[in-house]
């Protein structure tokens, strides 16, 4: 007598129907390897388990917004041998998130600031954490559209309760208006709470620079400083533009060397 017709009401009914996708290979192995009850039932429950983690891994990627799906398996270290791999590794850990601290990410253009920031994002969702990433441009927008639309609580509740808030291009733009009052609260929501990753091409000592108010400025750096981490990326950029292939290096053609320049015939 076949079970299944019995079975999937009862699955659905307790949320197990992802049980359904394999059983029928479980089954099988059962009988060719006379597995026990209980071995088959753990095959199924185990099976189910890494359906939902997997499910839960891809849900968590899509909220956290990612810009690119940068890993730290895909950074190349040996581009810039300086970059200090120990401590990234280490803060891939996650242990940061648990002190409830910053990370700062700097150095000039090109150097993987953005990859290293969104890997470490990665690292923290592998291991249960919700991450938000973000550039402060578009959360700084968001929020003065947030003000207009009488939606500011929310939006602002959203940045300040997630696990890790990660903010990519500190101080590429001044900020502006109401934009520091708005970053100061932010960071004065998440301080001790929350950790908060900030990338920036601006070296620390410069930060204040980008702010208008200069005493709220240092109040908000100061909060982002205590305890913090930092991670310095220095040398080449990897946006570097690739040399053209040697077959395409050519001389210009006869035809090109026959045209008049400007100034009438060739010399």
Known sequence: MNPMPELIPMLKQLRLSGILDSIETRNRQAIEEKLSYMDFLATIIQDEIARRTQKRLASALRRANFRNQKTLEEFDFTFNPNINRALITELAAGRFIKEKVCVFVVGPCGTGKSHIAQALGHCAIRTGYDVLFTTISKMLNQL???????????????????????????????????????????????YERKSTIVTSNLDIPEWPDAFPNRILGAATIDRLRHGAYKVVLDGKSYRCP???????????????KNTPSKGGENP
């Open 242 to 256: 690739r040399s053209l292939p040697k077959n395409l290096k050519t001389t210009p053609s006869k035809s090109q």
């Open 144 to 190: 003065n559209a947030a003000h207009a639309a009488d939606t500011f609580d929310r939006q602002f509740a959203k940045l300040t309760s997630v696990d890790l808030l990660i903010i990519d291009d500190f101080g590429l733009k001044p900020l502006k208006g109401c934009q520091d009052e708005d970053f100061h609260d932010v960071i004065a929501e998440r």
